[in-house]
């Protein structure tokens, strides 16, 4: 399994160890550290895993297909053209039989669905069947595109070894609520989406979890303040994130409306303006916080994590899942 592959999964699974504000019994840095390199192997487990299942490895042999008619979701790598022009569902609807002297599909029927046959080598058979039966969205304030519904799934042989749903709402051009969810092999993955308008701002919730044989891996709760920038971007005014995976709890507090966006500290002032903390979920001890440090004699900026006794240790240097993110290339 690929570094891309495993960082493609990482990626929507972190919204890392940041971590659990409060004054609780510090552990001793080189148990804190062993909490945290456990955390490690279960997350890199868990998104190996993933990347092994059937449903995972046929997904990522579809979007190796030239002109393949997928919908930004459904994409591995996805060009900011993707999020911004619309999906012609209904124009593309139709049968497709994969051409193998061209890496490319042909559509030879119509049909009510998008319905992709592609070869895929399984203990179940040799290919396997893409089916989007309905797919809808819109484009918000933000200028990208939003899915109001999906019904999809994965077929190999007789049986689904994939299912993916999502009814969503836009109002006033935001996104104000969103139920996703994705079932396969061992693995279940949810995120719920809430937006209370007012007048001025939106206050956003996104609960999300991932379960095995429906027991929690992830549960991460992220909460904010946002606001519409003149240039129409998202701006995360606060930002709240309560994540839990054994055996560390964590939580990040940031006030973005605090910070001075000219200044030349940038380092120094997101430091004091945020909160990241990591916490043991059995005993709620405390491991240690995180901040933003420069390299020693470098100006190049890392998480580290600072333990009770104040000893300090880059993330990077120790967690391999932590390596792989900072290695990937936007």
Known sequence: MTNRNICFILCPLMFLWMAMAGCKRPLPAAEAENYLRAFDNNL?????????TMSYQAMWKLCSIKNVPL?????????????????EFNRVKGHYQF?????????DAFSDSIIIDFPFQSEIDS???????EYSEDITILQFMYPLRINACLKIGKRIVM????????????????????????????AKLKTNLHRDYGMLKIDMGVSTDEKKQIQCIIRSKITIGEDNSLVYNTLDVDFEMFPVRVKVSVDQESMDRYTKRWMDDFNR???????DLDRNGFIGNIRLMARPKSDILNFAVIYGDKSYEFLDRFLLSAQKLMNVKL
Do not use: C, M, W
């Open 163 to 190: 299912s993916v749903q999502q009814v969503g709402e836009i109002s006033h051009g935001v996104p104000v609520s969103g139920d996703f969810k994705i079932d396969f092999s061992r693995y279940s993955i949810r």
């Open 99 to 107: 051409d193998g002297s061209r890496n490319s599909l042909i559509k």
């Open 273 to 279: 303006n945020s909160s990241i903390t990591v916490f």
């Open 71 to 87: 919908p930004y979701l459904f994409s591995t790598a996805t060009p900011t053209s993707k999020l911004r022009n619309q999906f």
């Open 127 to 133: 290919t396997a069947r893409f089916i989007i039966a």
């Open 44 to 52: 890199v487990q868990l998104a190996g895993n993933i990347g092994q």
